[in-house]
């Protein structure tokens, strides 16, 4: 009988995660050639990749740069881009509140989108039992050195990298991988129709707010669906379906 320990749940993780770096690297590669195109040195570049880690915050602070915006307008910008990861933390929270620093300081900051797309599914279901985290930090590390590898590569091959390739494309394509499998309930699918709606509609909002209201949108939908689904039945309707029982 084969029993779950730490370094079985960690390779777990790793082989979770594995299927998604083809979907990674086109964003790495994309992050790089831009911050060599906007004249960063490849020094900087790796610099902000380690300190940021979030794509997209990242792609969105290297234009802002190259149009020459205020400092304090491109965090705040930053900032609210990675507004969703507050509330993956507090989802992750229950499963990770009883760890030492050791663990949850190193464990937030490899926070990613498809790290907690893959464990939030495992960790609700409690087959990890204790090593949750470990699992955690499989997917966690392997999608962080594949960004790290990906924007790495990106730096150095440049303008290289032909067009042709279309490598924008497959960006969106890794995140429907990370969705579908998520939608398990007509209150996950409302909040999935609702956020991509309000993203599309929003997307010219100022100040990226658009991902924000696409995010808080979503998430309401979710719990207004959830909240009718489990109305409990009124006293009066069950005594009206007696009565016409009887």
């Known amino acids: 009988m084969s029993y779950l320990t730490g370094s079985k749940a960690f390779m777990q993780g790793v082989r979770t995660l594995m299927p998604l770096i083809p979907g990674v690297i086109p964003f790495g590669l994309v992050t790089g050639v831009m911050a060599i195109d906007l004249g960063l040195s490849p020094g900087t570049t ?44 507090a989802s992750l929270a229950p499963h990770m509140h009883h760890l030492p620093r050791r663990w949850t300081w190193p464990l937030s900051y490899l926070l990613s989108d498809q790290s907690y797309a893959l464990c939030t599914l495992k960790l609700s279901s409690g ?14 590390f392997v999608m962080w050195l594949s960004w790290q590898i990906s924007v790495l590569a990106g730096v150095y091959l440049g303008s290289s990298i032909p067009e042709s390739w279309s490598l924008g494309f497959a960006i969106p394509l890794s995140f429907l991988a990370l969705l579908v499998p998520a939608i398990r309930s007509s209150a996950s699918l409302g909040a999935a129709v609702v956020g991509g709606l309000l993203a599309v509609f929003a997307v010219n909002m100022p100040y990226n707010l658009g991902l ?12 207004l669906i959830e909240g009718l689904r489990k109305r409990p039945v009124s006293v009066a309707s069950v005594n009206d379906v007696e009565g016409e029982a009887s």
């Open 46 to 89: 790796m610099g902000m990749t380690l300190l940021f880690y979030s794509g997209s915050a990242q792609m969105v602070a290297l234009q802002l740069l190259h149009n020459g915006v205020l400092p304090m307008a491109i965090v705040v910008t930053a900032l609210i881009i990675n507004l969703r990861f507050i509330m993956y933390s």
């Open 127 to 140: 087959e990890l039992g204790p090593f949750a985290h470990y699992y955690y930090a499989g997917t966690a």
């Open 212 to 223: 924000v209201t696409a995010s808080i949108g979503g998430v309401l939908a979710g719990l």
